[in-house]
């Protein structure tokens, strides 16, 4: 059972901001103190100070070991999953450090909290009363053994390890654990929805083809970092599923949201573009995972660059495009003349490649510019197939 002396609590208190292994040197020099403890206590409060605000900000919170906190959503994504789904009952199968179950508790009556790890069990006994989160029940088994024996629920959420025995990511399927897959038609027969949590390195074709009973997919980014894909099954899946594109802001901001379906995206039809406009237009992590690429184009009267270049252009400016946008400068070729031109006329520069035969790290040594500033080139390939540099500024 975790104990955690007052001692050790007043450390951590006075510590929190302290370099781990800096105090991990100094143990001796506090006989007094469970050091070990104090280190996990204060890596997860330096952890959740960005990863989870509002738990770092409650006085008592006890935190896990490095590996759950680095395998625990953040509050953003959890925010998100809460707002998708509500009902009486709720069973999160896979609890962990239970992120996700505190979030998603707050649109269900009654919640129980599923979690092979005993010290994790602990941990969310002791941290879930603290969070105002009573209606939320401990139980301390496998996964699937509890669902095998359940009764009806209105919801599950399961969020699949990801790792392998050695610690190495996987992100198939088959090779997480438990195997949803193999699961789903039990999953559907105990509960009316379920919510599951995957990799966003896992392709997305596949997991629609591995899980025919999906309602909807979110693909889900934070400040433009594809975190996590997000599927919901249901008895009577759509003909067509809609595929939301989602990326959230850690600061508060308007997410950007698009959505689509593959059916829409395979039938639709897109103007490509000879030469580059005004605007220069880079979609969000999401978008690029989801591949909505032509219906993009479509809903934003863009032209696309070229059919595997993922960038479009606009003579007029489109502000709501969910990504980045920039306002173009100069265009550039290849030849020495115009080469010379643009380095003498810049030092450094932020270099994105699209569709281009070299690397980000090759353009950069061919042409010696250094990181960074608030110059933007784009290396890419228009629909005729010319090759060219985009040189923008943020719009």
Partial sequence: MIQ????????????????????????????????????????????????????????????????????????????????????????????????????????????????????????????????????????????????????????????????????????????????????????????????????????????????????????????????????ILGNNPPAHIPIHCINLSSKRQEPQLFTFTREQESLCECTYADSIGQFLYEPNASLLKGGAYKSLAQAYSLAKLHPNSHLYTSDTLQSNFPGRIFRVNKQYGFGKKEMKEMTAEMKKANITVRNFPSSTNELRKRLKLQEGGNVYLFATTLSNEKKTLVQCEKA
Avoid at 90 to 99: A, Q, S, Y
Avoid at 107 to 117: A, K, W
């Fill in 4 to 231: 955690i002396s007052p001692e050790t609590q007043a450390f951590v208190l006075e510590h929190q901001t302290d370099d781990v292994r800096t105090l991990a040197l100094q143990a001796k020099k506090y006989p007094g103190i469970d050091m070990p403890t104090a280190i996990t206590q204060i890596a997860g409060r330096q952890i959740a100070a960005t990863k989870v605000p509002s738990w770092s900000n409650t006085e008592g919170i006890w935190y896990p070991k490095h590996l759950s906190m680095e395998q625990c959503s953040s509050e953003t994504t959890a925010r998100y999953k809460a707002k998708l789904l509500s009902g009486s009952f709720l069973t999160d199968l896979t609890g962990g450090f239970g992120i996700d179950c505190a979030f998603l508790a707050t649109g269900f009556q009654r919640v129980t909290y599923v979690e092979r790890q005993e010290e994790l069990c602990e941990i969310a006994a002791h941290n879930f009363p603290l969070l105002g989160l009573s209606h939320i029940s401990i139980c301390h088994e496998d996964g699937v053994d509890y669902l095998q024996k359940m009764s009806q629920t209105d919801c599950i959420f399961l969020d699949p390890a990801r790792r392998d025995e050695h610690g190495g990511k996987i992100v198939a399927i088959a090779d997480c654990e438990p195997d949803v897959a193999r699961l789903e038609t039990l999953l559907l027969a105990k509960a009316k929805r379920v919510m599951i949590k995957l990799s966003p390195m896992l392709d997305l074709s596949l997991a629609l083809q591995e899980l025919p009973h999906t309602m909807e997919a979110h693909i889900i980014s934070v400040d433009n970092e594809c975190k996590e894909l997000l599927l």
